[in-house]
């Protein structure tokens, strides 16, 4: 143990005798977005439905914005908003490998006498594995943000069919549910590539930096526009409250997406707050509720989708520096999203699910 302490102690010593020059942050760290975990709040809320479980690997390094992988993010920003880029500068580059699955409510018993009519009127299994990479640019003064993203992946592997059959067959964390005999019919069985292109905006409305980095409230706002497996808008206001570094406003609310944006100054501001935030939303397609160009068992209509839908989170947050150029970052967000379809009645819902996230940054 005392050779441990050494060790580390050493660790720390090294990376501070760095210098002190303006140099890029790296963080690693994972996301985890489970409904289960709500369990310990109420255990009805722990249910296998809607958007049920997500895990995200993410790695980011701002200088991984000049390599060829984000060539054509750095092309389509020239394209789209050219004339605006020599008021930005590059302050973010991400990757991330990540699974999210998505079940009916009804898990498959194929002995129930009435699952037919319970599968075509609740949301359709299906599975989504993507590489995602987001690159992003923030203004001279560091009160908006313009990021692009691009994810690549496949619909309906069966990834998420052995987690969680897995899951529920041998009970881990004591779960009693039905193991899920509807993986079947899931959207796109068997796998089919997909893609996503996603355009987003941020400003810092409150709280915006000026001599001083540590800050009390802010609130900033976003609009977005995402193509490809969804169809879709949104536009949302984030708010955080505590004991802030005021350059880590960006805060993303959506499932398996980092909590911040990278920054590149050395100073390395301890932070503790609550965070809260709105989103709208605006439909014309959903891959994961619609099908794709394969055909599936199990799809909804453009009529049952609903055009509208609200997503909401609220949680907590904070940065423990462990070392003058080190940090861990941890959060813990409860999430929600009002129904996404239009059906019988008693399968529309709205769902909550809880995300646990927890990054190294160096």
């Not at 500068?89 to 991400?94: N, R």
């Not at 009127?121 to 690159?135: E, M, Q, V």
């Not at 993986?183 to 810092?204: C, V």
Request: net charge positive.
């Amino acid at each position: 143990m005392k050779n441990l302490f050494l060790l580390l102690f050493s660790f720390c010593i090294y990376g501070s005798s760095a210098q002190e020059t303006l140099r890029p942050l790296h963080r690693a760290g994972i996301v985890v977005d489970q409904d289960y975990f709500l369990k310990f709040v109420k255990p009805s809320y722990a249910t296998d439905k809607n958007y049920t479980m997500g895990l995200g690997l993410i790695y980011q390094d701002q200088k991984l914005g000049g390599t060829w992988v984000f060539a054509p993010h750095r092309f389509l920003l020239k394209k789209l908003v050219s004339k605006s880029l020599k008021d930005y500068q590059v302050y973010d580059a991400t990757l991330m490998l990540a699974n999210t699955t998505f079940t009916p409510e009804y898990l498959g018993n194929l002995h129930d006498p009435v699952s037919e009519f319970k599968r075509e009127n609740d949301r359709p299994f299906a599975s989504l594995n993507i590489i995602g990479t987001s690159f992003g640019l923030q203004d001279n003064v560091g009160n908006e943000l313009i990021t692009l993203g691009i994810n690549i992946g496949a619909i309906g592997l069966n990834v998420s069919k052995a987690v969680q059959t897995t899951i529920h067959r041998d009970h881990w964390f004591g779960n009693t549910a039905d193991i899920p005999y509807g993986w079947e019919g899931q959207i796109s069985k068997g796998g089919e590539p997909t893609l996503l292109l996603t355009a987003k905006k941020d400003w810092l409305l409150i709280g915006k930096r000026g001599a001083n980095d540590v800050g009390l409230f802010q609130l900033s706002t976003n609009a977005e526009v995402r193509l490809g497996y969804y169809v879709s808008t949104g536009l949302g206001f984030n708010a955080r409250l505590g004991l802030l570094d005021k350059k880590n406003w960006a805060v993303n609310t959506l499932p398996m997406a980092n909590l911040t944006g990278l920054t590149s100054e050395n100073k390395n501001l301890g932070e503790v707050y609550l965070l809260g935030g709105v989103k709208g939303n605006g439909w014309l397609y959903n891959a994961l509720l619609m099908g794709q160009f394969r055909d599936s068992p199990y799809t909804m209509s453009f009529k049952q989708l609903n055009k509208a839908t609200l997503d909401w989170n609220l949680g907590f947050g904070a940065r423990i520096p462990v070392c003058r150029k080190k940090a861990i970052r941890v959060s813990a967000v409860a999430v929600g999203r009002s129904p996404e379809f239009n059906t019988v009645s008693e399968f529309n819902r709205w769902h909550t699910w809880a995300s646990l996230q927890a990054y190294y940054e160096w």
